[in-house]
């Protein structure tokens, strides 16, 4: 489990990577990080307990209200809309994208980065 859980994250875009580390480490996050950050991790599985958990360590947590917009960012509270990250110029324009690599030049939006990456580490480090 993990090295699946491994893979996983190394299989996330430079700006995906960036703000998880932001969020793990307790620093300062903007709004469409947040944001960013949650729709992406909700939209390729992770719990929203486990997401909520990401934040933890931020100096303005609040398990009641974190959970809640983890929950309505993944539909199962509020309008029922379960949103997805922005696309990468979203990100440009907001200064979110960080770290870019040449998959990056590439591709229009975060889950297109991903999914390619799982494609590629499956193909050279198949599971046992």
Do not use: W
């Amino acid at each position: 489990y993990k090295a699946e859980k491994r893979r996983g994250i190394q299989s996330f875009p430079p700006c995906i990577e960036a703000m998880y580390d932001a969020a793990s480490k307790g620093k300062h996050m903007s709004h469409i990080a947040r944001f960013t950050l949650t729709s992406f991790l909700v939209t390729i599985g992770m719990t929203p307990e486990k997401v909520a958990e990401s934040f933890k360590t931020s100096s303005d947590y609040n398990a009641r209200l974190t959970r809640y917009q983890v929950e309505h960012i993944a539909g199962s509270k509020g309008s029922g809309t379960r949103y997805t990250p922005p696309s990468c110029s979203t990100l440009k324009t907001h200064g979110a994208c960080v770290n870019s690599d040449q998959l990056c030049s590439r591709v229009r939006h975060p889950l297109r980065y991903y999914i390619l990456k799982q494609q590629a580490d499956t193909k050279n480090n198949p599971p046992p």
